[in-house]
């Protein structure tokens, strides 16, 4: 799926491309979607813009992950998607060129629902490709913290049923035990991985009227590598202490 946008006084206008005509040179954003062999060629003919391959969005080198070629600057980012049954992170690819952003990505996520609300209050969020790439990191980085917040709340009523559980609910003790651990992991990885990222975005040249912004996320981000250390130590308490009442 292949979407653009365009700014219109101070707002971001979506269009669903569904022919080659769509794509005109007012073009500010275009969000792919899983796109078709066709959305990559119309983007190429309109735009002279290679593209990547979903594929490639998952290699983790760290000249992968943030790099500059003649296709313009490349920043691949995990995204982390929970569901009712799986947490996985998610490889988004963003690609700065020419004045456009190109995003990358296969699967829907409420990150860019989020910032497409958000801009459309806020003038400032959509005044450039670089701005709305960092608007979305910013929204990225909210959600992760909105994140660690729920995972806090669910961790309080477990620790206080762990001394109280019979042999029939340990079970589902340690079952919320392991997956609150298993999306702290998977956030943390996130925050890990990025962080160098955001470090290196903040000194490239198109970044540099966002500079104040980035350096305000990396902040948010620290804090948040903080939490996330706080959180495995008391889910592994937690999880010693299960442990320890099933011997018992």
């Given at each position: 799926m292949l979407?653009a946008y365009?700014?219109?006084?101070?707002?971001?206008?979506?269009?669903h491309?569904?022919?080659?005509?769509?794509?005109?040179?007012?073009?500010?954003?275009?969000?792919?979607?899983?796109?078709?062999e066709?959305d990559?060629?119309?983007?190429k003919?309109?735009?002279?813009?290679?593209?990547?391959?979903?594929?490639?969005l998952?290699?983790?080198?760290?000249?992968?992950?943030?790099?500059?070629?003649?296709?313009?600057?490349?920043?691949?980012?995990?995204f982390?998607?929970?569901?009712?049954?799986?947490t996985r992170?998610?490889d988004v690819?963003?690609?700065v060129?020419?004045?456009?952003?190109?995003?990358?990505?296969?699967?829907?996520?409420p990150?860019?629902?989020?910032?497409?609300s958000?801009?459309a209050?806020?003038?400032e969020?959509?005044g450039?490709?670089?701005?709305?790439?960092?608007?979305?990191?910013?929204?990225?980085?909210?959600?992760?913290?909105?994140?660690y917040e729920?995972?806090?709340?669910?961790?309080?009523?477990?620790s206080l049923?762990?001394?109280?559980?019979?042999?029939?609910?340990?079970?589902?003790?340690?079952?919320?035990?392991?997956?609150?651990?298993?999306?702290n992991g998977?956030?943390?990885?996130g925050l890990l991985?990025?962080?160098r990222a955001y470090a290196?975005?903040?000194?490239?040249s198109?970044?540099a009227?966002?500079?104040?912004t980035i350096?305000?996320?990396?902040?948010d981000?620290?804090?948040?590598?903080?939490?996330?250390s706080?959180?495995?130590?008391?889910?592994?308490?937690?999880?010693?202490?299960?442990?320890g009442?099933i011997n018992?």
């Amino acid at each position: 799926m292949l979407t653009a946008y365009t700014t219109a006084n101070g707002t971001l206008n979506k269009v669903h491309v569904t022919q080659r005509s769509d794509l005109t040179p007012e073009m500010l954003w275009l969000d792919l979607v899983y796109p078709t062999e066709q959305d990559r060629q119309w983007i190429k003919q309109a735009y002279g813009q290679e593209l990547q391959f979903i594929e490639e969005l998952g290699e983790i080198e760290a000249s992968e992950r943030f790099y500059r070629d003649e296709h313009g600057l490349h920043l691949h980012l995990y995204f982390l998607l929970t569901g009712d049954e799986i947490t996985r992170n998610v490889d988004v690819g963003f690609t700065v060129s020419n004045g456009r952003l190109y995003t990358l990505r296969g699967d829907e996520l409420p990150e860019f629902r989020s910032f497409y609300s958000q801009a459309a209050k806020n003038p400032e969020l959509c005044g450039s490709a670089m701005a709305i790439l960092v608007g979305i990191i910013a929204v990225r980085v909210g959600m992760m913290a909105d994140t660690y917040e729920r995972l806090e709340s669910e961790l309080e009523p477990v620790s206080l049923s762990i001394f109280r559980s019979t042999s029939q609910t340990m079970p589902r003790v340690l079952e919320s035990l392991a997956r609150i651990e298993d999306i702290n992991g998977k956030s943390r990885l996130g925050l890990l991985e990025n962080k160098r990222a955001y470090a290196s975005l903040s000194r490239s040249s198109e970044a540099a009227a966002q500079a104040e912004t980035i350096n305000d996320i990396l902040l948010d981000v620290d804090s948040l590598m903080t939490y996330s250390s706080f959180l495995a130590e008391r889910a592994k308490f937690l999880m010693d202490a299960a442990l320890g009442m099933i011997n018992i």
